[in-house]
């Protein structure tokens, strides 16, 4: 069976992280490789649990959702305690180390993502872009190039420079990570 | 090649949208509904661009009901909704199947029964999609599995409705309609317009056998008269209640899906040639199935898929050869067990017919149906 790069990004509604899967998975197509992407929400706007969750591969992708996560980005503690046990043993387990209090296991990665944002780009709501430079930095599932040109045809007028500064911010943050606990990279 | 036709990203129900667009619709009517929403954003601003009309109406029995006016009226309609709105489109689509109107009716379903689960996936409305409607009837009612399927089958939905003058249901569900993935469209294809009667309107009857199993529909405008009703009806369309008149018409009603099964019925398979076990699949659950097929193959089992594109009419003929091809047959849905129903009917206590189900908004996983495997 062709391998599968499984991704959860979960989180509260209005934090962008069903755009962030959204722009992951049409990198991963720019890439030339297959991808899927699917959504999990509430009826509410903002608020509410929400995730999305992307499947990269080579070869055909059957099942479209997350069987054992390679790669989870929590970004609430209700997201963290919902989905850090479907990650795999070797997976990585990306936080944000202010918004998820309790917090541990194998492959756990805590970072100032919101801080980053608001430090980059002016707002909090560029965490999903942190997140993507994060992916990025972390491991090699999709290249910058690709996420560079995903982001920038995602981003609402106005947006493109500061989701840029604030994807760039995220890329660079992964390198002040130890390359043991990058694992998978 | 053309920019639609690159390799990209799409979503299911875009892929709707674009099918329709292939498919040549004139008329989109539809009132907003999670999670078929994005058919009619896309249409309202890609449709009257092409010259067509998007109407938003002001609920779901209005929408169908402009649907089939502007069928009448020459024009390829359709409209999209979920469970909810396609409970209140009941009605209608019945009229369009008396009256013998074309039409493409989208249901994304979502779970139910009532307002359900506006944003999670199910399987309940299969039985609905077939028997929904009130009085004895034929129906058509496709199933994508994949975002290509989504695109290819409402391209066919089009062609079948106008073909057999009838409404045609695409059953979606929320994973499916959501679903995004890698896509290539392939070039559009021909539209093929409305055969006209070759008779002066004095002698055109809209309902006349003597025309064929489908006799042909003249777009209103044009200069042919006739009655349209959900009355029974004689063949220039007036309300009857002579035996002699209704039940020609009943039996060519049915005989115009019967007598044309091969033509409607899709069905795909994959490794049945040596298979002992056959899944039985529609929808999303397809992608499970095939995922736990091949996790099976790996270890030397011999699995098989059958994928149901067509769901109705139901492909006998296929499945009941199951009865005398493997020796256990299993059946995943997302609901409590519908199409399993027709499946042990047509194979007849031959083989078992095993259901596996997930009903409360996920997706049937494909250990679900590894297990059975084992049993």
Redesign the interface.
């Not at chain 1, 992708?61 to 959702?65: A, F, L």
């Not at chain 2, 959501?178 to 890698?182: A, C, D, G, P, Y």
């Given at each position: 069976?062709a391998s599968r790069f499984e991704v959860c990004l979960a989180g509260q509604g209005g934090q962008g992280l069903i755009l962030a899967g959204?722009i992951l998975?049409?990198a991963a197509?720019l890439d030339g490789k297959?991808?899927?992407?699917?959504?999990?929400?509430?009826?509410e706007q903002r608020g509410g649990a929400s995730h999305s969750e992307v499947i990269i591969s080579d070869g055909d992708?059957?099942?479209?959702?997350v069987?054992k996560t390679d790669l989870l980005v929590a970004l609430s503690q209700e997201a963290f305690d919902n989905f850090h046990h479907e990650v795999k043993k070797e997976g990585i387990i990306l936080t944000d180390s202010h918004l998820v209090e309790k917090k541990s296991g194998d492959g756990l990665i805590a970072l100032p993502i919101v801080e980053t944002a608001k430090g980059a780009a002016g707002s909090g709501a560029a965490s999903n872009m942190v997140a993507l430079g994060l992916i990025a930095g972390l491991t090699k599932i999709v290249s910058c190039k690709a996420l560079h040109k995903a982001i920038d045809a995602r981003s609402p007028r106005g947006t493109q420079r500061s989701n840029r500064w604030a994807f760039k911010a995220g890329f660079d943050l992964a390198k002040t990570i130890s390359p043991k606990a990058k694992r998978k990279a | 090649m053309p920019d639609n036709q690159k390799?990209?990203?799409m979503q299911g129900n875009e892929a709707v949208a674009e099918g329709a667009l292939a498919a040549g619709i004139g008329f989109y009517a539809g009132y907003p509904i999670?999670p078929a929403n994005e058919i009619s954003s896309i249409l309202s601003a890609r449709l009257p661009r092409k010259g067509g009309i998007f109407l938003q109406m002001e609920d779901e029995i209005a929408s169908i009901a402009a649907v089939i006016g502007a069928s009448l009226g020459g024009a390829r309609a359709a409209t999209a909704t979920s469970g909810p709105g396609f409970s209140l489109m009941q009605e209608n689509i019945g009229y369009a199947v008396a009256a013998e109107i074309p039409c493409v009716v989208i249901n994304v379903q979502r779970a139910g029964p009532s307002t359900g689960q506006?944003?999670?996936p199910s399987q309940g409305d299969v039985m609905q999609s077939r028997w929904g409607t009130h009085g004895d009837h034929p129906i058509i009612v496709l199933c994508p599995s994949s975002v290509i399927e989504c695109y290819l089958i409402t391209l066919r939905a089009f062609n079948l409705a106008e073909k057999y003058r009838i409404p045609v249901i695409i059953l979606m569900d929320e994973?499916v309609g959501?679903?995004?993935?890698?896509v290539e469209l392939p070039p559009p294809e021909e539209v093929v317009a409305r055969p006209k009667p070759t008779v002066p309107p004095e002698w055109y009857f809209p309902y006349d056998e003597a025309a064929g199993l489908v006799p042909p529909l003249v777009s209103f405008g044009e200069g042919y008269r006739y009655h349209v009703t959900g009355l029974y009806h004689d063949i220039a369309g007036f309300p009857t209640q002579r035996e002699d008149e209704i039940e020609p018409w009943f039996e060519r009603l049915f005989e115009k899906i019967e007598a044309n099964r091969e033509d409607i019925i899709q069905v795909d398979e994959e490794a049945m040639e040596d298979a002992e076990v056959a899944l039985v699949a529609y929808g999303a659950p397809v992608?499970?199935a095939?995922?736990a097929l091949?996790?099976a193959r790996?270890e030397g089992k011999a699995v098989g898929l059958i994928k149901l594109l067509t769901l109705w009419p139901f492909p006998e003929a296929r499945i009941a050869k199951l009865g005398h091809q493997v020796k256990k047959i299993i059946v995943p849905e997302m609901n409590r067990g519908q199409m399993v129903l027709e499946v042990q009917r047509v194979v007849a206590g031959r083989r078992p017919v095993i259901g596996v189900n997930r009903v409360g908004g996920q997706?049937v996983?494909?250990y679900q149906i590894l297990e059975l495997l084992e049993a």
């Open positions: 069976m959204l998975a049409e197509v297959n991808a899927t992407m699917t959504q999990s929400y509430g009826a992708i059957d099942y479209p959702r069987l | 390799p990209r990203l999670s506006p944003t999670s994973v959501h679903l995004r993935e890698r992608r499970s095939r995922h091949r996790l790996e997706m996983s494909p």
